[in-house]
């Protein structure tokens, strides 16, 4: 079975530092990971995701991750925060090859992210 | 290109009363549909997925219900409200056909329960 942690339920950053926002998961298979932002009120959207090859992905809005297998992470990073990254940020995992819910995401609780002026 | 509509967007309804969220895809055909809600502090919890007409698969019990009378439209029901119905209910969907694909979200429907 697969799980994610995110750690840090609030992360709070100034205006125009590095975003960290970080992801532990567990999966018994190859897994397939994602990231979605959320704005207030409004469902989520996806960032970016890795399936296969490169290790490091680009996704919308500046941000990137990237897969370490040896550390089971896929941390969200951005070298230069803007109030308008204020949101929460959920970090998901699913396994292709496994039998049973097809295509199911497993999400982190999620992490609020809090830019400063 | 796809779509997906949720209706409403908000929803105050009295303990006892009915429900029905309704949610829609375009572009796309023999989509997987998901219905997630979300309560404070607590993530995003899956309620139904369906990868068919007629196919519900239900993850938590409850005093929900979802129905998939149409490839595209997905419909999250209640008999009865409860207090604690009361959250953000959020429609996804994703391709069909192929495994680990990602969701795509609806806007979401904030319902209050009064």
């Known amino acids: 079975a697969q799980s994610v942690t995110q750690l840090g339920s609030h992360v709070s950053v100034s205006e125009g530092a590095l975003v960290l926002l970080r992801c532990n998961y567990s999966s018994s298979v190859p897994p397939y990971l994602f990231w979605y932002v959320q704005y207030p009120n409004q469902g989520l959207q996806l960032l970016l995701k890795y399936t296969t090859g490169a290790t490091l992905v680009k996704g919308i809005n500046g941000f990137e991750a990237e897969f370490k297998k040896s550390e089971t992470s896929f941390h969200l990073t951005k070298p230069s925060a803007h109030m308008s990254d204020a949101a929460e940020y959920f970090c998901?995992?699913?396994?292709?090859?496994?039998?049973?819910?097809?295509?199911?995401?497993?999400f982190g609780k999620g992490t609020k992210l809090s830019v400063k002026p | 290109s796809q779509t997906i509509h949720q209706w409403p967007a908000t929803l105050v309804q009295p303990v006892g009363s009915p429900l029905s969220l309704e949610c829609t895809v375009e572009?796309?055909?023999?989509?997987?549909l998901y219905w997630y809600r979300q309560a404070a502090g607590r993530g995003l919890q899956l309620l139904f997925y369906s990868v068919g007409i007629g196919q519900i698969s239900s993850e938590v019990p409850q005093n929900l219900s979802a129905s998939r009378p149409q490839d595209r439209q997905f419909i999250l029901s209640s008999k009865k409200l409860l207090l604690s119905d009361s959250g953000f209910y959020l429609c996804a969907w994703s391709v069909g056909t192929l495994k680990g694909q990602p969701q795509h979200f609806g806007d979401g429907t904030r319902l209050s329960i009064l």
């Open positions: 998901a995992v699913t396994a292709p090859n496994y039998g049973g819910s097809q295509g199911n995401l497993i």
């Open positions: 572009g796309t055909s023999n989509p997987n």
